[in-house]
């Protein structure tokens, strides 16, 4: 998977992969690899006309620099990889930001040996650092990984403003995940009645979207969210926090599988996914698994794959989200997960804020009936407990004196 999942990233990336290598050995200390394989090395980068060599392995600078001499072209790994990707597929301020303070929490955990490195003379991938004695680079790293920081905090604080005010208005939130490229955009297209770019590229979504979608009455948000992926580095997962924390705070996770691929990949990516999950520390939000893309596999298939996953897997749900099939049956088990909505009623009197209270009520809940009279309005609702006591609170609170007037004729009150 490993080899694999690399050229699909480098191909996300831009690159058209020319060759491949592997060895199995414990890393070398100058080169990460053998000095004979470098040799081969550099005899395929010359035979292949290479431009770039990617490494699956993390590399030190030493490691990089020395391979860059050796073969005289630059040398990347799988982190600088995953990075290139992201930083062309940002599109919102905030996604560029968090990709440039990844990018400088990983220059300055290398600051000092790059440097020193650069000062030996330029190679390919060290150009450009010569000028900067070390503390002073160190020092310019850090003023400018505070100010990035300062500057992502105001629009995290926005973000806590808008889910604060969601939560204000009684959304149960939903949240897709997954693995890149198991179709977790094209069901959000599916669901919500969207066009979010789908791609069959790693890592088309880099920042949330977020759609209020409606299953039998019960209003959700449901947000997309950047995908997963193997060894996706810790420095990307904390600068990514906040696209992240809308999967934390969610209420229900619709993690998915491409149901396509090998067994023993599913399995595998499916650990990676909760293992991730755990790590931006949302291990106690429900999880309904959903393996996509059974419009590429014969019916036998689908139940042996459902067979296999089940002791794995909670939840489990079979579907097509390009062509939208079992969506309904998908639907029906989120609305069972999130099936705590109460039912409740009251009679307040027509007055002045009783339609603007009426319009809030409509955003937040499944109003069942609305009984006007000439002087007041009986109303019958479902919502999420946390709505219907806002609920509750408001209408003692603004329709108090009158309210408890109707309740002498008996009228029961949410």
């Given at each position: 998977m490993s080899l694999d999942e690399l050229e699909s990233l480098a191909e996300s990336a831009g690159y058209t992969v020319v060759g491949k290598m592997e060895q199995v050995r414990d890393p070398d200390a100058r080169?990460?690899?053998?000095?004979?394989?470098?040799?081969?090395?550099?005899?395929l980068v010359k035979e292949k006309g290479a431009e770039k060599v990617i490494f699956d392995n993390p590399l030190r600078p030493t490691q990089a620099y020395n391979l860059a001499k050796a073969t005289n072209v630059e040398i990347i790994d799988r982190f600088q990889l995953i990075l290139e990707i992201f930083t062309k597929r940002a599109t919102t301020t905030e996604a560029q930001m968090q990709i440039q303070l990844a990018k400088l929490r990983y220059d300055l955990a290398q600051a000092k040996e790059r440097v020193r490195l650069a000062k030996k003379g330029e190679q390919p991938g060290f150009m450009g650092l010569g000028a900067y004695e070390v503390d002073v680079y160190y020092e310019s790293v850090k003023r400018e990984m505070h100010a990035m920081r300062r500057r992502l905090k105001k629009i995290r604080g926005k973000r806590v403003l808008h889910r604060e005010r969601r939560e204000e208005?009684?959304?149960?939130s939903i949240s897709l995940a997954g693995y890149t490229k198991a179709g977790k955009s094209s069901l959000f297209n599916s669901l919500a009645e969207e066009t979010v770019p789908v791609d069959t590229a790693l890592f088309t979504t880099l920042s949330t979207t977020t759609r209020l979608v409606t299953f039998s009455n019960k209003k959700f948000l449901l947000t997309d969210t950047v995908g997963f992926i193997d060894r996706l580095p810790l420095t990307l997962i904390e600068a990514f926090h906040s696209t992240l924390e809308e999967t934390i705070y969610s209420d229900l996770i619709l993690l998915m599988l491409d149901a396509s691929e090998p067994d023993y990949l599913m399995e595998k990516k499916l650990s990676i996914c909760i293992e991730t999950i755990d790590r931006i520390g949302a291990a106690g939000v429900p999880i309904i698994t959903v393996l996509n893309k059974i419009d590429l596999i014969p019916e036998t298939e689908i139940q042996k794959k459902l067979e296999i996953m089940k002791e794995k897997a909670t939840n489990l749900v079979p579907i097509s989200a390009l062509y939208r099939t079992n969506l309904e049956p998908l639907k029906q088990e989120v609305l069972k997960i999130l099936s705590n909505y109460v039912r409740a009623s009251f009679t307040i009197p027509l007055t002045k804020g009783t339609m603007p209270f009426m319009g809030w009520l409509y955003k937040g809940a499944d109003v069942q009936t609305a009984d006007y009279t000439e002087s007041s309005v009986h109303v019958v609702f479902e919502a999420n407990p946390s709505f219907a006591e806002k609920v509750r609170n408001r209408v003692e609170q603004e329709?108090?004196?009158?309210?408890?007037?109707?309740?002498?004729k008996g009228t029961t009150n949410a």
């Open positions: 080169y990460q690899i053998g000095s004979g394989k470098v040799e081969e090395l550099a005899q208005l009684g959304f149960t329709f108090h004196a009158k309210v408890e007037k109707i309740q002498e």
